[in-house]
């Protein structure tokens, strides 16, 4: 196996420092409840976004809020699909505290003036029953950010915006005790230096799946979060479980952020289609077009893979489900396929699976401790074992905010045990270096979507780790957001690509075509760690071939 190192970011002197108890990185669901639950118990909290208030995915989901409302379901139907849906490596006790929590998450939103929709929940993906929530047809991600925003922004809380994390800053003992980040200047790309001081840091940056020629995942995600906790040197859980979502639309040329076509979708009636009106789960899977994303995302592979000449795309026939039902059930999706050229109301509309959700993450429990003292993680850059090797449909949004509000109840009782006391000493972080060339971005991008996507293999596994051996460092050792994320996407592309090395079997939804069974013998989690540079397995959790 070819030997990558982590890149690490320039050292900068700051301009400018805040102190605060709480600093917060990160503005979707998750970020935004811990920001509010710990500045309503009184704490000072800073708030840092990278673009707005809101940003992230929280904003784009379309599914809804996975928790038991009705009568013929049950909190023990709920945790058996979970765990089914993680193959083996989803955390029991994580999970049943999730579907415990997550009819409360219903009631939160309620509180703080969410309008959900009436009638019976909906129906996904690899649930057993009706009881997914939705706000205005498949508008769950704008309601929640609407209602999360509008309370955050009335709080005592500080908000940095245009704001990037860089590194974790440590006190002479190694425990967490701020960061330092990067602010825009108006009106230019100047990026100037700050520091935070901070008795808590907390992670809620999302995913990175920027890291991928197409995604569900909005531009700013480049696993800023995760790049900063490896460099810190916390354990990393699970880091090859990247789940792609079977219908994101498809449009010849687009790169980045593709718009995503709800599951619901299919709850609903509609199908993934061939070229011939075939279906595609037709005799894969006994859910149908239904079943887990893995299973449908390998059977499209296959599919589009199965001819000489292979297919860019198949398709998403969603006409059975009526004109009228279509406009009032799903009004954002027919608006995104109408600003893409496409009519799902007439027509079959072209989709292939986008990287969509990273499964594993910053080794966390359930109130987002991480392996650094004073370091917290919640939300999609965590790695709580919630998900295990896949995650269910629609848990992760009733996830990130299950992990900001407890979070926000653990470090009250911390910060309150521990007294103010007087100020320790702030360290700056120990390693530095030049970054990652922005102009490797593409080739980056290019190698996790075909050597590191849906199907992998142990060629493709060393092409992608040989790439990120070679790839180049900057020039200068001067810092703007370009070479920032860019480097974070190096560590991205080094962390996934080094665990699918080591995972010789297929599971949820990492694929080997190398090693197409399951392994009985790999049924538990892999946890790296990034020492002077070089990342490692935890021997007693190694897989051997």
């Known amino acids: 196996m070819t030997e990558a190192t982590l890149r690490y970011l320039p050292s900068m002197s700051p301009a400018w420092r805040r102190e605060t108890d709480v600093v917060i990185i990160g503005a979707g669901a998750a970020g935004l409840s811990a920001a509010l639950d710990a500045s309503r118990a009184g704490h000072r909290v800073i708030l840092i976004c990278k673009g ?111 704001t990037v994390a860089l590194d974790l800053l440590r006190d002479e003992v190694g425990v967490a005790a701020g960061i330092a980040v990067g602010r825009l200047a108006e009106e230019s790309d100047e990026m100037v230096m700050g520091e935070i001081n901070a008795r808590v840091v907390v992670l809620a940056t999302g995913g990175f799946g920027q890291a991928y020629l197409s995604t569900t995942n909005p531009p700013e995600l480049t696993g800023d979060g995760l790049a900063l906790a490896a460099r810190a040197g916390a354990v990393l859980s699970n880091m090859e479980f990247v789940q792609f979502h079977p219908t994101v639309l498809y449009v010849v040329g687009q790169r980045g952020q593709s718009p995503l076509l709800t599951e619901a979708l299919r709850g609903a009636g509609a199908m993934i289609v061939d070229s011939d009106d075939v279906s595609v789960m037709r005799g894969r899977h006994e859910r149908g077009d239904l079943a887990p994303r893995d299973v449908i995302s390998f059977a499209m592979f296959e599919r589009m893979h199965s001819i000489s000449d292979p297919l860019e795309h198949l398709w998403l026939d969603a006409r059975a489900i009526g004109a009228s039902r279509l406009e009032t059930s799903f009004p954002t999706v027919v608006e995104l396929c109408r600003q893409s050229g496409f009519d799902p109301r007439r027509e079959r509309v072209p989709v292939s699976p986008g990287a969509h959700y990273a499964c594993g993450g910053i080794q966390s429990d359930i109130d987002g401790r991480t392996s650094i003292p004073g370091l917290y993680a919640i939300g999609e850059v965590a790695s709580t074992g919630v998900h295990g090797a896949n995650r269910l449909a629609s848990n992760s949004l009733t ?10 109840r ?105 090693f197409p069974a399951e392994a009985g013998r790999l049924g538990h989690s892999l946890s790296l760690v990034v020492s002077e540079g070089r990342v490692e397995a935890r021997r007693d959790e190694m897989a051997v071939s």
Do not use: W
């Open 399 to 408: 996830e990130a905010i299950i992990a900001g509000r407890r979070l926000a």
């Open 410 to 514: 653990h470090v009250v009782g911390a910060l309150a045990s521990a007294g103010r006391g007087s100020e320790t000493a702030r360290s700056v972080p120990t390693t530095s270096g030049r970054g990652v060339n922005p102009s490797s971005r593409a080739l980056l991008a290019e190698t996790m979507s075909t050597r590191v996507g849906v199907v992998r293999d142990r060629e493709g596994l060393d092409e992608a780790l040989e790439v990120v051996a070679r790839t180049p460092e900057c020039a200068s050792s001067m810092l703007d957001l370009a070479t920032i994320e860019t480097t974070n996407l190096h560590t991205v592309t080094l962390l996934v690509a080094y665990a699918a090395s080591l995972r010789h079997e297929s599971r949820g939804c990492h694929r080997r075509r190398d």
């Open 52 to 162: 707005g208030v809101g940003g992230g995915s929280t904003r784009h989901a379309q599914g809804g809020l996975a928790a038991v409302s009705e009568p013929d379901d049950s909190l023990d139907s709920h945790i058996d699909d979970t765990m089914v849906a993680g193959a083996g490596l989803a955390d029991e006790s994580a999970v049943r505290q999730l579907v415990a929590d997550a009819p409360d998450v219903v009631r939160y939103l309620v509180d703080l003036g969410a309008r959900f929709d009436g009638g019976s929940p909906g129906l996904e993906g690899g649930h057993s029953h009706r009881r997914i929530i939705h706000a205005g047809g498949d508008a769950i991600g704008a309601e929640i950010r609407r209602v999360l925003c509008k309370a955050v922004l009335l709080a005592d809380i500080e908000i940095l915006e245009n």
